[in-house]
């Protein structure tokens, strides 16, 4: 792990690629932060990505790039966990070896709403809320599935609605819709950006288009992908 976490109330995981981090990660996350009082979200660049994904910079400039992002936000903090691994990034695996670092203390899981409703197609769904709460955060005033009807349908008949929102097993664990702003900013477009020597400015934190731009990232001129 890249930055000490408070090793007690609620510890948020947002995975992704992150190529590269932006401002709308970052602007998803403190509001659901906010929302649900966490006391710490851990972003988490993954390895290889499960799912085919079109990833340009290595594994550890991604990791760079996340730990420039959430220098000075006392509740941000980056794991190498899965870099570290190797391999595919299975969300189970994850989540195991998080709950046996951090016994007891209460678990969620940051994902975007497209992601959530395809999660019976990751590895272990249903092994999935033995472990953590899922966050799905969602853009205002988009149409969206029924989280109880999904979940029932798909991973356990079993789920049930809860107070405050949620949807839940009896073990405890659920999901959670929030609206989030999601600001409509892309990787792709950014990484776009960079090929054609456009400003990143407002779309990545002030380090990240630095590190961008010295390291010469995703076809910055003068450089190559790396």
Request: glycine share 8%.
């Amino acid at each position: 792990m890249s930055a000490d976490t408070p090793d007690r109330g609620s510890l948020a995981i947002f995975g992704g690629t992150f190529d590269p981090i932006h401002l709308g990660h970052l602007r998803a996350a403190q509001e659901v932060a906010e929302e649900l009082e966490l006391a710490s979200v851990l972003f988490m660049p993954c390895a290889d990505p499960v799912f085919p994904k079109d990833v340009r910079a290595s594994a550890q400039h991604r990791l760079e790039m996340a730990r420039l992002a959430v220098q000075g936000n006392p509740h941000f903090a980056v794991s190498d966990l899965e870099v570290r691994r190797g391999g595919k990034s299975y969300a189970v695996d994850t989540l195991e070896e998080m709950a046996r670092r951090h016994p007891g203390r209460p678990l969620f899981w940051l994902i975007g709403a497209d992601a959530f409703f395809k999660l019976h197609s990751w590895y272990q769904p249903r092994r999935l809320f033995e472990l953590a709460d899922f966050v799905v955060m969602t853009r205002p005033g988009a149409p969206g599935s029924d989280l109880l009807s999904y979940l029932t349908y798909y991973l356990d008949p079993a789920f049930a609605p809860a107070e405050g929102g949620w949807v839940r097993l009896a073990n405890g664990h659920g999901a959670k819709r929030l609206t989030t702003t999601l600001l409509d900013i892309s990787s792709t477009d950014i990484r776009r950006r960079a090929a054609q020597g456009l400003s990143l400015t407002y779309l990545v934190p002030a380090a990240v288009e630095d590190y961008i731009c010295r390291m010469k990232l995703y076809g910055a001129p003068g450089g190559e992908d790396s």
